[in-house]
């Protein structure tokens, strides 16, 4: 059987998202239900994989060490539940940088993609920001926005957006178990 991938976003679609940073596994708050749907895309057979944009190391705001240590609480958290993430790709850049890993750009899409073996066109990328949905697109992979973080935000600015769109990650995990 063909391995099944879904690639999660992690601030704002994992945990509490915030506008100074998650700076600390302190400060690393899952979401409602957030771990649970990772949990249950790993019952239903799919692999998790993490894609996020960590401009806070380029900005100097924490370094590889609490990076990592955040990165092990979400995991001790989801072993817990009996839920896993397969890898965790991340970007340092900071925006001005004009790096080709961070989103909007696919990079990080591409180098999981190549790194796993993976057709994209199957995948669904879980996002709560539109440079989120871009990266998906680009990349070739299936988006999927949730009202979490800046889901709200993101739908305001962008109305008519033509995807999935859910409430949580919760909610998603449910419709991508449901339609895979």
Known sequence: ??????????????????????KSPEEWLPLPGSLEAIAELNRHGFKVVVITNQSGLARGLFDLAS??????KMRGMLAELGGQVEAIYFCPHGPKEQC????????????????KSVDLS??????????????ARAAGARPVLVKTGKGLQTLHNHPRLNLPIFENLYDAAKYIASNS
């Open 1 to 22: 059987m063909t391995e099944r991938w879904v690639i999660l976003d992690r601030d704002g679609v994992i945990n509490v998202d915030s506008d100074e940073f998650v």
């Open 67 to 72: 990076l990592a240590a955040m990165h092990e």
């Open 100 to 115: 080709q890993c961070r989103k909007p750009k696919a990079g990080m899409y591409k180098a999981f993609a190549s790194d």
């Open 122 to 135: 199957s995948v669904y990328a879980v996002g709560d920001s539109y440079r989120d949905i871009e990266a």
